[in-house]
């Protein structure tokens, strides 16, 4: 009886290390940093203590090892990256804001209540209209300069 309790012990102790040892060789390459915006898109993949990073535009993949050269430059497109995915964000709800408003005084206005001709209603509207249209034109201006550093570090990156 302890014999086979022995032998079960030694079996179940091979198949936990043979499956811990596959489960170590796939963990050994493990995706750290994933995102996509604006046509661009970068993966970070570390394997046995070094980054490897897969930057694209528009699926044409380049894979790139880190090194002391490049660092800084694939952490910028990282930032730019993600910078893009924000201020697109930034805008769609900056524009459906003021879109908001729009319609609003277009409603207002086909039923001809008397909101539109108090001054200070008219004054508050215009003034969040001014905000919005502002706060779209500022985003559009941020998105295109983000677009146009990650040209820039995607260029530099694939060029190296």
């Given at each position: ?19 811990n040892?596959q ?127 990650a ?10």
């Amino acid at each position: 009886m302890k014999s086979k309790l022995l032998l079960m012990m030694l079996v179940f102790t091979g198949l936990f290390l043979i499956l811990n040892s596959q489960h170590k060789a796939i963990a050994s390459s493990q995706i750290i940093r994933e995102d996509e915006a604006g046509s661009y898109q970068y993966t970070v993949i570390m394997e046995h203590e070094t980054f490897t990073w897969e930057i694209g535009y528009k699926g044409n993949v380049s894979v790139i090892k880190e090194s002391e050269q490049n660092q800084a430059d694939l952490h910028r497109f990282m930032i730019v990256v993600g910078d893009i995915s924000a201020q697109k964000l930034r805008l769609i709800l900056s524009v459906c804001y003021l879109l908001l408003i729009v319609i609003t005084v277009v409603i207002a206005q086909k039923k001809k209540k008397e909101m539109l001709k108090e001054a200070l209603l008219l004054l508050i509207i215009g003034a969040l209209g001014g905000i919005a249209f502002y706060v779209d034109f500022q985003t559009t201006l941020e998105l295109n300069h983000s677009l146009n550093d990650a040209k820039y570090y995607y260029l530099v990156l694939i060029q190296k």
